[in-house]
């Protein structure tokens, strides 16, 4: 059989009537939502426990100001806002707990209109992209948010005779949302070996294309740093420099998928090389 055929073969498995398709699709989107909603009641049945784990950076940053972390004090100014505070909390918690659930309904959706080896190289990147997300919300958690209330914090001023005392007492809603700002950010600036690596396999984008536009891609990094971060110069360049890092990463997996992809084609190209030249060694069968 040649390769035509089998591309045939696995077309017409592939192909479905389109309402099995949006059946398959609602099937899909049900198991979804349903994820989503069990995340968000358990974050929402724990949201008090997760924003105090998320207070513990804040903690770090006292201690680095030489202040006590046991006195450490947020606000809220409306009665309703630390409610809503924790539906947004347990909604993030929720979409984070839930997005493997979701990525894998969204492959199982899209794999049968996929080739074989397609499918085999889309899936170490739905493994690998919340594998990066985790490691940029690592580091925001365990880095950049401390450095960031440190810097915060450094600016309070101490009451005296000639001065009025300044203290930092941040808003719960306010602090949530400059955690998650910044994890969604790191995370998502830690996708870009994924996403490159993807468009180099489909052939939109090659190493050397990437290599070319390196000047463009570190003045890109820092003004993306700038819009999607605090307006601090500590965040910023926190930002910043991991992404031109990762893009220095993006660029040499794009160079071993280009190297993979040139193997495979000079293995095909004596495999047929070979099969051929059996062809013409095989004698014609004798005529009766």
């Not at 996708?191 to 990437?210: A, E, F, H, I, N």
Request: aromatic fraction near 14%; charged fraction near 20%; proline fraction near 6%.
């Amino acid at each position: 059989m040649s390769v035509s055929d089998k591309e045939k073969e696995e077309i017409e498995k592939s192909s479905a009537p389109l309402i099995e398709h949006l059946i398959e699709l609602r099937r899909r989107l049900i198991w979804s939502l349903g994820g989503f909603f069990v995340a968000f009641l358990v974050c929402f049945f724990f949201a008090k426990r997760l924003f105090n784990l998320l207070v513990v950076p804040f903690k770090w940053a006292t201690q680095w100001a030489g202040l006590d972390p046991h006195k450490v004090e947020l606000i809220y100014t409306a009665p309703q806002e630390f409610f809503f505070t924790q539906v947004k909390l347990a909604m993030f918690g929720g979409m984070v707990i839930a997005f493997p659930l979701i990525a894998t309904q969204i492959y199982k959706f899209i794999a049968p209109g996929l080739y074989k080896n397609e499918r085999s190289a889309f899936l170490p990147f739905l493994i690998a992209s919340p594998i990066l997300f985790l490691m940029g919300a690592s580091l925001v958690y365990f880095f950049f948010t401390p450095m960031v209330m440190w810097f915060f914090l450094a600016m309070q001023q101490v009451g005296t005779n000639d001065q009025v005392q300044i203290s930092l007492l941040p808003k719960v809603s306010e602090y949530l949302s400059l955690i998650m700002t910044l994890i969604f950010s790191f995370g998502l600036v830690f996708q870009l070996p994924v996403v490159t690596s993807l468009l180099t396999r489909v052939g939109l984008l090659s190493s050397q294309t990437l290599a070319e536009k390196r000047k463009w891609a570190i003045v890109i990094a820092f003004v993306v740093a700038a819009v999607l971060t605090p307006p601090d110069p500590m965040s910023q360049i926190g930002l910043a420099i991991p992404t031109i890092l990762l893009y220095e990463v993006a660029i040499f997996s794009s160079r071993l998928i280009e190297r993979s992809r040139e193997r495979d084609r000079l293995a095909r190209e004596r495999q047929e090389e070979a099969g051929g030249t059996v062809a013409e060694k095989t004698p014609d069968a004798p005529s009766t």
